[in-house]
Nanobody, 124 residues
Framework: QVQLVESGGGLAQPGGSLRLSCAAS????????MSWARQAPGKGLEWVSG???????HYADSVKGRFTISRDNAKNTVYLQMNSLKPEDTAVYYC??????????????????WGQGTQVTVSS
């Protein structure tokens, strides 16, 4: 019943920007914490950012100051604005409904629900 659909990925040049969206349905969006996580080829799942039901935000050190997570409860959508992109940001980006916390996402990846992912490629 829970459905999360990521979109907005694509190809960007280093220093460029992309805005990811995660459209949610099948649950009370406004009461749920949300996260973005990513997986690069050959790497494990990496938590990127989270936002609580109270809109308090959290960021991985690797994206701090470059990425901004936000939510629009009226649209049941969470966003990830990615600026100053680096090649190291290349990964499939996934949306999670259930927690905003790094430790929960990375230690218990089955927690909550996940979308199908959207590919982000940063290359010149």
């Amino acid at each position: 019943q829970v459905q999360l659909v990521e979109s907005g990925g694509g190809l960007a040049q280093p220093g460029g920007s992309l805005r990811l969206s995660c459209a949610a349905s099948g649950f009370t969006f406004s009461s749920n914490a949300m996260s973005w996580a990513r997986q690069a080829p050959g790497k494990g799942l990496e938590w990127v950012s989270g936002i609580g039901s109270d809109s308090v935000t959290h960021y991985a050190d690797s994206v701090k100051g470059r990425f901004t997570i936000s939510r629009d409860n009226a649209k049941n959508t969470v966003y990830l604005q990615m600026n100053s992109l680096k090649p190291e940001d290349t990964a499939v980006y996934y949306c999670n409904a259930g927690t905003s916390q790094k430790l929960v996402l990375e230690r218990f990846p089955a927690f909550g629900s996940w979308g199908q992912g959207t590919q982000v490629t940063v290359s010149s």
